[in-house]
């Protein structure tokens, strides 16, 4: 029951509320919200969906009882909107920040879901099976009072969970079996440890493209087509933010990039180097592991070629181009 204090002022009785201030404060269902809003269909692309945020406000969400890992400070307007269209038979998000940051959500059908770090270190990912058509308001939490985290909030359908400790990206599309396998220590063409500035510019490994998976029916993004292997082609362990990481590949027929970056997003492309020949620039690219795949955009083909890693801006065709 809400308790009053009653104070006595010229002209009567003003009765003044004692439930705590942050309690029931949080804006559902509302048009507004601080960083924008969207509508998705189910099976919309590019997966995931991604939008930069900021964390944090001067509202206790602990205090609010909303349920289970619902924690940190929030605003009362949502950091973000999204409307969906169709029923999911999953939603996940997640947020990839620089500090501790907290995900809370009001689904289209009212309910709360929370949670605080088991994406992995200190970034939290909700999972929604069977997830309803309609709004979800989105709040990106700070742990602690008056810490604001820039991150990005990422919004999925597929069933890839990097915080659940299983590495693998599992494809919910009709025409591939099998895996990606993100996260691992193997690679067919090996692996590397490179920090920002690094000698020689490019790094170049000798590979070769395919595989028996149809990386396009995986619905990844943009330009994510041809055939690759379960596990990587090459690994890249990338210590410390660069400006700016491009991959490219120069070979002797049609190839593809596929790209799992530190933070676990997707780029691909296609022909976009030269001709028949791929290319991936990547500005403000996050450390930590690279999964790098190159691909056959013809099934049963299994072309060589050369796969670099610049840091250098492009000057029309790249070090070791036709």
């Given amino acids: ?57 001067s509202l206790d969400v602990r205090a609010m009882n909303l349920g289970s890992g619902c924690v940190g400070y929030a605003t009362s307007q949502p950091d973000f909107i999204l409307h969906v269209s169709g029923n999911s038979s999953m939603l996940r998000f997640y947020n990839i920040g620089n500090g501790d940051t907290g995900l809370v959500i009001n689904d289209a059908n009212g309910r709360w879901h929370c949670n605080d770090d088991s994406y992995g270190g200190t970034n939290p990912t909700v999972t929604i099976h069977d997830a309803p058509q309609g709004q979800y ?8 009072s008056n ?24 494809s919910s599309g009709s025409g591939t079996s099998g895996i990606l396998n993100i996260g691992g220590s193997e690679a067919y063409f090996g692996n ?14 000798s590979v070769t493209s395919g595989g028996s998976l149809d990386v396009r029916a995986m619905n990844l993004g943009s330009g994510c087509v041809g055939y690759a292997t379960s596990q990587p082609d090459f690994i890249l362990h990338m210590s410390g933010r660069s400006g700016m990481l491009r991959f490219y590949v120069v070979g002797d027929g049609d190839t593809g990039l596929v790209i799992n970056d530190g933070s676990g997003q997707w780029h691909c492309d296609d022909d976009s180097h030269s001709s028949l020949n791929p290319e991936v620039n990547i500005y403000n690219p996050p450390s930590g592991q690279y999964d790098v795949w190159v691909t056959s955009y013809s099934a049963g083909e299994s072309i060589s070629g050369t796969l670099y890693v610049s840091e250098l801006a492009s000057q029309g065709t790249k070090k070791g181009g036709k």
């Fill in 137 to 144: 308001d989105v709040w990106v939490t700070s742990y602690r």
């Fill in 147 to 170: 810490e604001n985290i820039s991150s990005t909030l990422y919004i999925t359908e597929l069933d890839y969970n990097p915080g659940s400790g299983t590495a693998s990206y599992t």
């Fill in 192 to 205: 590397v440890h490179l920090s920002p500035g690094f000698r020689p510019d490019p790094h170049s490994v």
């Fill in 1 to 57: 029951m809400r308790a009053f204090l009653a104070l006595a002022v010229a002209g009567g009785v003003v009765l003044l509320s004692l439930e705590p201030a942050a309690a029931q404060t949080l804006q559902v269902g509302g048009s507004n919200s601080n960083y924008g809003s969207v509508r998705l269909a189910t099976g919309f692309t590019p997966d995931p969906h991604q939008v930069t945020v900021t964390s944090g406000g």
